[in-house]
């Protein structure tokens, strides 16, 4: 490992303690995919099928992300969604029912949706009514933060 760190044998390197180490749990790189299938199964909880569909979604993760290879468990936050149409979600990790780490990803999405849009020019403190919205459907980037889907909740 100190070889494939840089450090070779002709610079000194000691190294006292143990002459052996246990390891104790194997760790792997979290993927990208991995949390982009958590984002999309949560989002398909939040919104219903025939009024919101993922077009695209894209996760960078920074730097290498070491997890257990068994029952990581990722929970998505998007109260922490910043900026579009990318923004950082907070994405919590859990091992064993237990949180273990909290993670910031950047993603770019773009999804397909009902919209309210507006049939007239409404002025500054104008009454809404009914007949003054449209539902239409459209191609959106970002994540769809406060967008009501349904008419009974605007």
């Not at 920074?62 to 468990?73: D, E, F, K, S």
């Not at 780490?101 to 049939?119: D, F, Q």
């Amino acid at each position: 490992m100190l070889r494939k760190a840089g450090f070779s044998e002709e610079n000194g390197a000691v190294l006292d303690g143990a002459e052996s180490v246990r390891v104790r749990a194997i760790m792997v790189p979290l993927h990208p995919e991995w949390v982009a299938d958590s984002i999309r199964l949560e989002l398909s909880k939040m919104f219903p099928a025939d009024q919101f569909r993922l077009e695209s979604l894209k996760v960078n993760i920074q730097g290498r992300v070491l997890v257990p290879p068994n029952g990581t468990a990722m929970q998505p936050d998007f109260r922490h969604y910043k900026g579009k149409p990318d923004g950082m979600v907070t994405i919590q990790l859990f091992q064993n029912g237990k949180k273990y780490r909290t993670i910031l990803v950047r993603t770019e999405m773009s999804w397909e949706g009902c919209a309210p849009a507006a049939v007239r020019d409404l002025p500054m403190g104008a009454r809404l009514e009914e007949q003054d919205i449209e539902w239409v459907r459209k191609i959106r980037r970002g994540f769809p933060f406060d967008l009501p889907l349904e008419q009974r909740s605007l």
